[in-house]
């Protein structure tokens, strides 16, 4: 593998699993802008761990990802009284204090960065970017799937069907943050060396854009929305701004058209009915 | 005696930050009462609005660069940051059927990277300085030292936001918006045209956050692209400590905002200033979300 496909291709693993972060708390019908702030929690602190100790690489990366989720719910329990636009303020606000933080942070390098010894390559991120995107799967598969896109279509009447709406929205927005945290982990440890700049309020908006471009309703929105613009941009030629400019472009003129996003869950459902439907036929 | 003149100096100093504090601040609010009224009145979060603060500065920059005189430059940047406020009213609202609360914020997002990135191409990234407007442009009080474009700056956007509150308590207008903040359906029943409202709404805040960038640009002497990150996630902090929806609530945290960096400048060193204005932030989101002045649930309030 070359170094530019694996570069690609490491991006795209680690934005999936950024993705995925995002979406578990916007099928709850939350919106989280501090996903860049709990990156980098997870990514200086499974950086820390593996500098500092002799624990393995993919043990640190999920403590990282255990350290965000913590915050995550300190954060949330509060915050999630209030609603709406409220719950995606703190979060901007936690992300940014969050990088704030990590400048005045001597022991992680402050502002001039952190280099991380262990390297990591893309078949173990990979393999955490598949388990990521097999627990969401399976999260939505079951009994807690169906109780989020509750919670997601009408508050009121979930809670009326007996469903503690709180506690979905808040497991909801903490595993978000704590997979968010694995996705700062592996992008520490492939590029060994992170910087609180990175970690800004750009990177944040992007994640949140993947997964409203890919689709909220379904678990492959978000599948999706990380695959067409981490390889999109590759295929446009031109400058870094003129790529950005057309991604912007090609966001708002999708949410114009198509506010549910590419993919949704009715969508799927004709497909699956599709499929069952053919099997059904004699041969 | 020595520790006494130094007690002294210390002390101007610290007023002449605080001077410099509320003039920043005077900035913030600028931006604060743009995105209050939007979320206000349409209860939505603008995040295109750092970005019309970043024109509002940079098209302001790049006229009087190409020799036009100021008054002029700052009369086209606020037209620019209009239609451009208006094209993000087209596609965030006119055009946009509401499966999502948040679809209408994201696309607020892409308008910020699409102005940005947009600025980046046509001027470049570098940090390009402005000249002075005027000669000498320094008062002594004292021993406080204020400049005629910062003092110009306060009066002007409290005399602003004034003028807003007003039209907004005392106007048709203001009666038509504060229908539509209750709620939309209903002012529709009513008889307000909302497909008129609604533009104005935008057009108003887009002029707001533009004149914000101009202040800055006049204060400072400094712009860039990325301008409006920096001061307009600021403004995001004055409007919800001042009280979301709230025009005076706009100014009073704005005011708050400047002076709390100043003083954690001072206390704690320019190192701490993010931590501080963003820790303010997610204090006031957990005690009163509502902020100092407002009442929580949304609404215009004068």
Known sequence: ?283 | MADSISAIERRAIFSQQLVNGLMLGSIYAMVAVALTLSIGVLKFLNFSIPGLFMIGGMVSWSLVHKGLSWPLAVGAALIVAAIASIIVELFTWRWMRRVEEFVPLVSSMAFLILFENLAVVYWGSELQSLPHLFASTDWRLGNLVISVPQLFGLVASIALIAALSLVLARTRLGRALRTIAEDADTALLLGVDIHRVVPLVFLISGVFAALGGVLFALNYRQVQPFMGEALGLKGISAMVVGGMGNTWGAIAGGLIIGLAEVISIDLLGADFVDISVYGLLLLVLIVRPSGILGAAGGGVRT
């Open chain 1, 1 to 283: 593998m070359s170094g530019y496909v694996e570069g690609i291709l490491v991006l795209l693993a680690i934005n999936i699993v950024l993705a995925y972060g995002a979406f578990l708390p916007m099928s709850a019908g939350q919106l989280n802008l501090g996903m860049a702030g709990f990156a980098a929690i997870g990514g200086y602190v499974s950086a820390y761990l593996s500098n500092n100790s002799a624990m393995p690489v993919p043990v640190a990366i999920v403590l990282g990802g255990v350290a965000a989720a913590l915050v995550a719910l300190a954060v949330a329990i509060p915050v999630l009284r209030t609603r709406g636009i409220y719950l995606a303020l703190a979060t901007f606000a936690l992300g940014e204090i969050v990088r704030a933080a990590i400048l005045n942070l001597e022991v992680v390098g402050g502002a001039a960065g952190y280099p991380v010894a262990a390297f990591i390559r893309f078949p173990t991120i990979a393999g955490f970017t598949l388990g990521v995107v097999m627990l969401v799967s399976l999260l939505f598969a079951t009994r807690f799937g169906i109780a989020i896109t509750a919670v997601h279509d009408d508050e009121r009447v979930a809670d009326l069907m007996g469903l503690n709406v709180r506690a979905f929205q808040i497991a909801a927005f903490a595993v978000g943050s704590g997979l968010a945290g694995i996705g700062g982990g592996l992008y520490a440890h492939h590029f060994n060396y992170i910087e609180a700049q990175y970690f800004g309020i750009s990177l944040s908006i992007y994640i949140v854009l993947y997964v409203l471009f890919g689709g909220t309703q379904s678990v492959l929105g978000p599948l999706l929305g990380a695959i067409v613009f981490t390889l999109l941009p590759e295929l446009l030629r031109g400058s870094a701004q003129w790529r950005y400019v057309l991604f912007a472009a090609i966001v708002i003129g999708v949410m114009a058209v198509r506010p549910q996003g590419l993919v949704t869950g009715a969508q799927i459902r004709r497909l699956l009915a599709g499929i069952a439907g053919r099997k059904e036929q004699p041969a």
